[in-house]
């Protein structure tokens, strides 16, 4: 399995804390479940200084990784990234390897990362051994409260932009009515274009089955997550039925053991999600899972991020653009990736993560709350 093995030693003395009101999106999103709502996710970042003078950042950190790992790390101690990673396990270990404080092992491995590469004056992705600097990327969005004909007009128009592979929301009240979606969508698209549908995990594996049956005619790319992620034997239960639409699961689980028993159980397309894993190496063991089992891989989370990882990717392993959620974040970063073609393309000549946020403008928007300063102990 690969992991990342640096010797390198870190020690951290500064951090700044940002929180910033809620960013509105230009309409509301909402899944089948009903979930997400009137504004972008994200709520703070941060700035992370080491003991040399390089600066580290996060565009997407919560007060749980202020709380959980600021008191462990700013101590003035100094330890190669292998052991910090370690010494931070054991300390969130009880927690659950599904919890946000695991999830903030995550963050911090990409804030180490960062200062890795500003220390050998390298973008982070070329650090990380990308030979390119671009990530193939497909387009989702599609809320279910769009009407048919606006859903329609979304597909399209991400087609013309360049994208060869597109995906919206079902799950809605009435299946028929995810049906009909599927059928106005394909019949726009034509069959060269291919198309996935994401349940959000809101069927029983009876109403999964029905409605895998249903959509086989059309030809789906994946059917993602139409029963709760967890539900291992459920899974099984929906291949041993006998469909024929491609299966997908990922973007719920934290690391990479989870997706060796989704192989077990028969899922075809594995979906990790940059923003939530336990380690940030998950990602190349869970790409070259697939790629041993023959399986798809995917990979989701804030495409600003997710593209950096992404060049760590072929041409067939995909980030996802969730345009209605990413989009109007974007607004407020600097040197974010450049979108074009269906592809994202990543500054080549800034060390480190080049990614920031736009202080200036969320602060002349009346945006940015407050910031707060963390020192070492010592």
Known sequence: MFRYNFDEKLSFYKAIYYEFDP?????????????????????????????????AHYLAIDKTFIDTILPLILTGETKTFNQWREFLYWKVR???????????????????????????????????????????????????????????????????????????????????RDLRRVDKVRSALGHDIEIAVDANQKWDVATATRFAQLIEPYHLAWLEEPIHANDMNGIRNLKEQGINVPIAFGESMRISYEFEIYAEKG????????????????????????RDKGLRFTSGGRVYLCALFGTLFNENELIEFHEPISQPMSEYALNIPEERDGRFYLPADIPGNPQRLNLEKLEYEGLLRFKKYFYSNR
């Open 267 to 290: 899922v075809d397309v594995l979906q990790p999600s940059v923003g939530r894993m336990t380690r940030m190496d998950d990602l190349l063991a869970i790409r070259d899972l697939a």
């Open 94 to 176: 009880n927690s659950g390897f599904q919890s946000e404080k695991a999830v903030c092992l995550g963050k911090m491995d990409t804030l180490m990362l960062d200062l890795l590469a500003q220390h050998k004056n390298m973008p982070l992705h070329r650090f990380l051994g990308a030979t390119k600097d671009w990530a193939n990327a497909y387009k989702g969005g599609g809320s279910i409260l769009l009407e048919d004909s606006e859903l329609v007009d979304d597909m399209q128009r991400y087609v013309s932009e360049g994208y060869k592979t597109v995906k919206f929301k079902v799950g809605s009240a009435d299946i028929e």
């Open 23 to 55: 960013i509105p999106l230009p309409r509301v999103f909402q899944d089948g479940t009903g979930g997400l709502g009137q504004f972008a996710p994200e709520r703070g970042c941060i700035e992370l200084y080491d003991s040399q003078g390089f600066v």
